[in-house]
């Protein structure tokens, strides 16, 4: 068991540890590309409540995936290989497995559609603040560029199967008006 207490009191002065014992301020961008993974997480959880079995399933690999980044964040200076060039081709699998069912985009579309739809959306753009993290920490510290590819991705899966999950449900895409 790793974690044992879940209140060690040991952050209260804003200080966190790392998994190598190393402590850092919990303003620090690895903290915040930590957290921004944390938060994307739970955005994926709270989506996969509504999601059809397949949709279920793909979103609890990338959980397992985003675990598995902030994993190897929590260990600077180490190469874990936690995650692989093969989660990656993963990922390119299920953006072109999607992108088929769907028509070609004219414009931006405005977020929405259905419930879950919404939640996929909102876990976009969560995914894309996570990425700015961990890119804002890649300019001072190592950051793997497997990770940035992935996030990067993970970005259009979102966003793919946010409009699968319209089209199924009949739900028109609303383009972005521009010249209003």
């Given at each position: ?95 072109d497995?999607?992108?088929?069912q ?70 028109s ?8």
């Amino acid at each position: 068991m790793r974690i044992t207490k879940v209140t060690t009191k040991t952050g209260d002065m804003g200080q966190t540890g790392l998994a190598n014992g190393e402590r850092v301020s919990k303003n620090s961008p690895r903290i915040h590309a930590i957290g921004s993974l944390d938060t994307l997480n739970s955005f994926i959880g709270w989506t996969r409540v509504n999601a059809k079995k397949n949709i279920d399933k793909s979103l609890q690999e990338v959980q397992q995936d985003l675990f598995n980044i902030g994993a190897e964040l929590a260990i600077p200076d180490v190469e874990m290989n936690l995650l692989n060039n093969s989660r990656l081709e993963w990922l390119d699998e299920q953006i072109d497995m999607h992108n088929k069912q769907l028509p070609p985009l004219d414009e931006f579309i405005l977020p929405g559609g259905t419930e879950l739809a919404s939640r996929l959306h909102i876990s976009r753009a969560e995914c894309r603040e996570t990425e700015r993290n961990i890119i804002c920490l890649s300019e001072q510290e190592y950051v793997s560029d497997l990770h940035k590819k992935y996030l990067n991705r993970l970005s259009d899966l979102l966003f793919n199967l946010s409009r699968v999950v319209a089209l199924e449900k009949g739900v028109s895409e609303i383009s972005w008006e521009y010249n209003k």
